[in-house]
């Protein structure tokens, strides 16, 4: 995959600190949509940031989820404790597309949750990570 125009990434780059938190929102899936290492990288600075709007963060957990990248792994693992449901379900989500077995021991705590939700994205992330067990 080759990097986006630079040019691109930098107008993206400049919506996501615009104070609409609307734009913010959009602009991280733009970054997702395109990809490339500027894109990781500040998708995984979005998601440990405890000030951003947790859609923000969220959206920020699916998009690297769906570039595939392995180093989201740990502040996606990390971003299974943040507050606001959405985050956390899409950092499940998208550690079961990673690929990487370090996400095994974190994901295995959302199988005995009552939250069906969190529940099923679990089952379905071990499983793609080849967890059989219980």
Not at 11 to 30: C, G, P, S, Y
């Amino acid at each position: 995959m080759t990097d986006p125009d630079p040019n691109i990434i930098k107008q993206i780059l400049a919506e996501l600190r615009d104070t609409n938190k609307e734009r913010r929102r959009t602009a991280v899936m733009k970054l997702g949509m395109l990809g490339g290492d500027e894109a990781v990288r500040t998708l995984i600075m979005v998601i440990g940031n405890r000030h951003e709007d947790l859609i923000v963060r969220g959206r920020a957990a699916l998009m690297l989820g769906k570039i595939g990248d392995t180093r989201a792994v740990e502040p996606l693992i990390r971003a299974l404790d943040t507050p606001g449901f959405q985050i956390t379900l899409n950092a499940v989500e998208a550690l079961g597309k990673l690929g990487d077995r370090r996400a095994i021991k974190p994901l295995k705590r959302f199988l005995n949750t009552d939250h069906e939700k969190y529940r099923e994205a679990a089952q379905t992330a071990l499983s793609k990570l080849g967890y059989r067990g219980r």
